[in-house]
């Protein structure tokens, strides 16, 4: 069972940059990667997925501002988070997947106000 760990959260304007990040407990290399947020009183909603073989997809309100990439060696995964919008203010969280299980970390909080 694989343990994850993010990072990389905080306040930022509007059209700034943050980088997230999610540390695996171990190797990652046999799982398929992504990124939920969840704001208050939202549903938890999907924003991106990289694929054990490296595809990434994105929800179409982050396309061409984020970008999520994965490391099997150091066991990480990052979210490149570019011009970013008070619609994207939300807990960001980090899941593994492999067959039908579900891993995910604890989130981390991104604010995004002026």
């Known amino acids: 069972q694989v343990q994850l760990a993010e990072s990389g959260g905080g306040l930022v304007q509007p059209g700034g940059s943050l980088t997230l990040s999610c540390a695996a407990s171990?190797?990652?290399?046999?799982?398929?990667m992504g990124w939920y947020r969840q704001a208050p009183g939202n549903q938890r909603e999907w924003v991106a997925s990289?694929?054990?073989?490296?595809?990434?997809r994105y929800v179409a309100s982050v396309e061409g501002r984020f970008t999520i990439s994965r490391d099997n060696d150091k066991n990480t995964m990052t979210l490149q988070m570019n011009n970013l919008k008070p619609e994207d203010t939300a807990r960001y969280y980090c899941?593994?997947?492999?067959?039908?299980?579900?891993?995910w970390g604890q989130g981390t909080q991104v604010t995004v106000s002026s």
């Open positions: 171990t190797s990652i290399s046999s799982y398929d």
């Open positions: 899941v593994a997947a492999i067959t039908t299980a579900r891993y």
């Open positions: 990289i694929l054990m073989g490296g595809s990434a």
